[in-house]
């Protein structure tokens, strides 16, 4: 059996509310529930994540340095995608490919939200499909890396 890639899955403020708030934009599931699903999702195809959520920006591009020798990640940016351009610099610094998700279709909500800093340091950005959005980053990302061998 071939060597599990790593990927890091990180989750940005107010994601730890899912399934209390707003649910008609971003579903009932929680974010445990969600994060079962992933990492069940994983161990069928031989993959190990590490899950993280912080409402902090400090604490989220820290998570991004520590774990810079992953092969990939899947960040959900959440409200940081319109604002952090230290998420976004940490991103680019540590080099890894990333798939930028999000639950709901930023592109058809408020204007501000269709403007994310996170997507031009990413390989791809994926939206709209709720919980789902988490699984097609994981196969997205991981067939960018096996294309890329």
Known sequence: MKEPYTLIVINGPNLNMLGTREKDIYGTLALDEISSMVESYARENNIKVIF???????????????????????????????????????????????????????????????????APVCVGQISGFGYNSYI?????????LESRK
């Open 136 to 144: 097609l980053g994981i196969r997205a990302i991981i067939e960018y």
């Open 52 to 118: 993280f959520q912080s409402n902090s920006e400090g604490d989220i591009v820290s998570f991004i340095q520590s774990n810079r020798h992953a092969h990939g990640m899947v960040i959900n940016p959440a409200a940081y995608t319109h604002t952090s351009v230290a998420i976004r610099d940490a991103i680019a610094a540590v080099n890894i490919p990333a798939v930028e998700i999000h639950l709901s279709n930023i592109h058809a909500r408020e204007e501000f939200r269709k403007h994310s800093f996170i």
